[in-house]
């Protein structure tokens, strides 16, 4: 009689252990409600507001990239560079049909912020001296099951002047 009880006890803990395992997993996962990734654009110094006004073709510009996730999971997350002119800026549902000029590829835990300090090159046509140009910074991310990279929706963008020629 004395296996039995023995038994029947094991079972009982092993059920209760398993249930309490279960219990602090659920209870420990972030609840996100609306998840998101984000992209910021910032100054060379990673900050807000001293942007550059004016570009030199063939020479680099000093920035800060800002990515955060909080889809509730860790997220592969690739900023792409490119340039164009102000018409031709990426929408929310689809990314701007230019040449991707530089990549970042970072991997970012669930409500990690990561910067990212560059320089990023103006490469354009000589023909644009004076005039505007944009900067722009997609963020896609990938999708493991699929194995493809995503574009976001999410970008941002730096309207510049074209000073010279470096």
């Known amino acids: 009689m004395n296996v039995v009880n023995d038994e029947v006890f ?6 209760v252990v398993i249930g309490s395992v279960i219990s602090v997993a ?7 409600t ?16 001293s942007y550059p006004e004016f570009v030199v073709a063939g020479g680099d510009v ?8 909080y889809k509730g999971y860790p997220v592969l997350a690739q900023v ?16 701007a049909d230019l040449k991707t ?22 490469i354009i046509n000589e023909s644009l001296v004076g005039g505007n140009i944009t900067l722009i ?3 896609w991310v990938y999708e493991a099951s699929r194995g493809v990279w995503v574009y976001s929706g999410v970008w941002t963008h730096l309207h510049v002047k074209v000073a010279g020629v470096h």
């Open 62 to 69: 000093d920035l800060c990239l800002s990515i955060f996730n």
């Open 26 to 32: 659920t209870l420990l996962r972030p609840e996100v």
């Open 10 to 15: 094991a079972v009982i803990l092993a059920i």
């Open 101 to 122: 000029l530089m990549n970042f590829t970072r991997l970012l835990d669930h409500n990690e912020e990561v910067l990212i300090r560059t320089r990023v090159p103006v």
């Open 80 to 95: 792409r560079y490119k340039i164009g002119k102000n018409n031709e800026l990426p929408t929310n549902t689809t990314s």
């Open 34 to 49: 609306e998840p998101f990734v984000a992209l910021g654009l910032l100054d060379k110094d990673c900050k807000i507001g």
């Open 137 to 139: 910074f997609e963020l």
